[in-house]
């Protein structure tokens, strides 16, 4: 409806999300920040994913990424009511997903690969404004 012999764009039409997903900031790592596969902590108290935080160890790092603040011990102690948590988000959303059509629901570690997949997806559309 603008002036009479301006062009009008056509309207972009948006993508359906294939899979949006809302999870707590605590599932996913400080560092990677995808969800956590094996989620475990430093004697800082910070969760971090099992990879990520072994990765930032093997470079040399002899601090915490979170409170930059000396570690005292490397050790990595397993956090098993994170994942716990995160396996119980994740059979919840299998749940919401089974359509009944006959097909048999997926385990709850598919889910939970799902749901780091989309959250993937979800940082890099937040970061450069689009799927890849």
């Given at each position: 409806?603008?002036?009479?012999?301006?062009?009008?764009?056509?309207?972009?039409?948006?993508?359906?999300?294939?899979?949006?997903?809302?999870?707590?900031?605590?599932?996913?790592?400080?560092?990677?920040?995808?969800?956590?596969?094996?989620?475990?902590?430093?004697?800082?108290?910070?969760?971090?994913?099992r990879?990520?935080?072994?990765?930032?160890?093997?470079?040399?790092?002899?601090?915490?990424?979170?409170?930059?603040?000396?570690?005292?011990?490397t050790?990595?102690?397993?956090?098993?009511?994170?994942r716990?948590?995160?396996?119980?988000?994740?059979?919840?959303?299998?749940?919401?997903?089974?359509?009944?059509?006959?097909?048999?629901?997926p385990?709850?570690?598919?889910?939970?690969?799902?749901?780091?997949?989309?959250?993937?997806?979800?940082?890099?559309?937040?970061?450069?404004?689009?799927?890849?």
């Amino acid at each position: 409806m603008g002036q009479p012999g301006a062009e009008q764009r056509p309207r972009r039409r948006r993508l359906p999300e294939p899979l949006e997903v809302r999870l707590p900031p605590l599932f996913r790592c400080p560092i990677s920040l995808e969800v956590m596969r094996s989620p475990v902590s430093l004697c800082t108290g910070v969760t971090y994913d099992r990879s990520s935080i072994q990765r930032w160890l093997d470079s040399g790092h002899r601090t915490c990424p979170a409170t930059r603040l000396p570690l005292p011990s490397t050790h990595l102690v397993p956090n098993l009511a994170l994942r716990r948590l995160i396996l119980s988000a994740a059979a919840a959303a299998a749940a919401e997903d089974d359509d009944g059509g006959g097909r048999s629901a997926p385990s709850a570690a598919e889910i939970a690969s799902r749901i780091a997949a989309a959250g993937r997806a979800g940082i890099r559309r937040r970061r450069f404004g689009f799927w890849r």
